[in-house]
């Protein structure tokens, strides 16, 4: 193993693709002899010194550990260009945030965040539609968007489930998914689903007047069936598509990106399953690296969390992943582990927040997230009182309420779903 990776002084070229980490090295490893090991195996290195490894090779291609902070566990690394195959994902993480996060020379270690170079993202499209592309398609430009999650996640037949969505647009809904567990059951087929499902949604827009966008999941094994699926919806004359991203796995999002193109369809990011390697502060990926991700292959929105409902993610952290979703040049922001990012052509993605939301946290979202957010309420909708298109009913109210500065309480004397959510939700 070569020892010359710390280099302090080197300043990151503008082609350099750059990483943040936080190390933990193991007992008896100091810590710069961690990020070394870290370094090398992450790019062109072994346990040992190669002699395959020639000094030229060495020199043109080593990493730059150029940022050392032993107190507060962070390096950061710049990486050449040249290291990576720049249109692919899995390349990428498989340097970045594969065999390191296994070394034995660290307890822990955690990829916090990825720079991309310019170089990196001219191989990649970004949403197609976006955040301003999914305005234009709702027709809704000056409010949050309004979604629900048909529930039970799973056991509805195809009937019921449709009948549900339907009530929910009916009620004000501008959205309705499924759930993440929902694809093609016995009791629920997926071809039937959709095409009943986007029937009742062109009924339910012609009877309010709004825009009603169905976002059927059609997570699959990808070349067989996930891309049939697909070009089923395209054919229904659908919208959207939903992908569970983490499950369905990075390879099947870039494919998939390749073919929404043509089909014209917005793509809808479940996050599930991604808290298996987020969660733990102390080791694995960070959100913030799947957000970006995201967004570089071309998912127009995504869930970032909710801060108030009841996924885990502090508040501090999903702001971080509503920047990284909506903002054209992210700032670095040392205190959260956030490097610059400047996103050149790439279009907003829509963040989303749903999970353990209800219509009386409205107020709290639309101070948290702002105009730019899509709230989504399962349980919220569907275990209002009076029934799912009321619960929907109730959520537009509670919009309605906060864009005019009125309290919930005050506006629902004259609303009457609200006044019942209230009632329901609203701690007294
Ligand atoms: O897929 C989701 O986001 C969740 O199913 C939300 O459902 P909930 O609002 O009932 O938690
Ligand atoms: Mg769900």
């Keep these: 193993m070569r020892r010359d990776y710390i280099d302090t002084g080197y300043s990151p070229k503008d082609t350099d693709l750059i990483c943040e980490f936080h190390i933990e090295p193991s007992a008896g490893v100091n810590f710069e002899e961690a990020a070394t090991h870290m370094a090398g ?10 002699s395959t490894l020639s000094p030229e090779l060495a020199a043109r291609l080593k990493p730059h550990v150029f940022y050392v902070d032993e107190d507060a566990q962070t390096v950061r690394v710049a990486y050449s260009e040249e290291l990576f195959e720049l249109g692919s994902v899995p390349q990428v993480l498989s340097a970045v945030a594969g065999n390191i996060l ?42 949050p968007l309004i979604g629900t999650i048909v529930k039970p996640k799973v056991g509805l037949t195809s009937e019921k489930h449709a009948e549900v969505a339907y009530k929910s647009f009916a009620g004000g809904c501008d959205l309705v998914k499924d759930d993440e567990n929902l694809t093609d059951q016995k009791f629920n087929s997926f071809e039937k689903r959709a095409e009943l499902t986007l029937k009742l ?76 390697y987020t969660r733990n502060p102390r080791h694995g990926i960070s959100m913030l690296v799947v957000a970006k991700l995201c967004r570089l ?20 952290e999903v702001l971080s992943l509503r920047d990284e979703c909506v903002l054209d040049n992210v700032p670095a922001d040392e205190s959260q582990h956030v490097l610059a990012q ?22 709290d979202l639309y101070a948290i997230f702002g105009r730019d957010v899509i709230m989504q309420f399962g349980g919220g909708i569907h275990a209002h009182p009076m029934g799912t298109a009321a619960g929907a009913t109730a959520c537009r109210q509670a919009l ?29």
């Design 41 to 50: 195996e992450s790019s062109i290195d072994s346990w040992t010194e190669i």
């Design 102 to 143: 296994s070394m034995k020379v660290v307890d822990n270690l955690r990829l916090q965040d990825i720079a991309f170079p310019g170089s990196m993202l001219n191989e990649f499209k970004g949403p197609k539609f976006g955040l301003p592309g999914i305005r234009e398609l709702t027709g809704v430009q000056d409010r």
């Design 201 to 276: 949604a062109e009924k339910a827009e012609s009877e309010t007047g709004e825009r009603k966008m169905y976002l059927c999941n059609i997570t699959a094994p990808t070349c067989k069936e996930m891309i049939r699926r697909m070009n089923i919806l395209k054919d229904l004359g659908a919208s959207y598509a939903m992908i569970d991203i983490v499950p369905a796995g990075w390879t099947a999002l870039q494919t998939l990106r390749e073919e929404a193109d043509d089909a014209e369809l917005a793509l809808h990011a479940h996050r599930c399953m991604h808290s298996a």
């Design 297 to 316: 292959i071309g998912l127009d929105q995504l869930h970032i969390g909710t801060v108030v409902g009841k996924m885990h993610g502090e508040k501090h």
């Design 342 to 363: 400047d996103w050149g052509r790439l279009k907003p993605m829509f963040p989303v927040a749903s999970g353990g939301l209800a219509p009386t946290m409205i107020p």
């Design 400 to 428: 309605e309420a906060t864009l005019e500065g009125v309290s919930l309480q005050e506006y629902a004397k004259n609303h009457r779903e609200l006044e019942v959510a209230v009632d329901k939700w609203l701690k007294k």
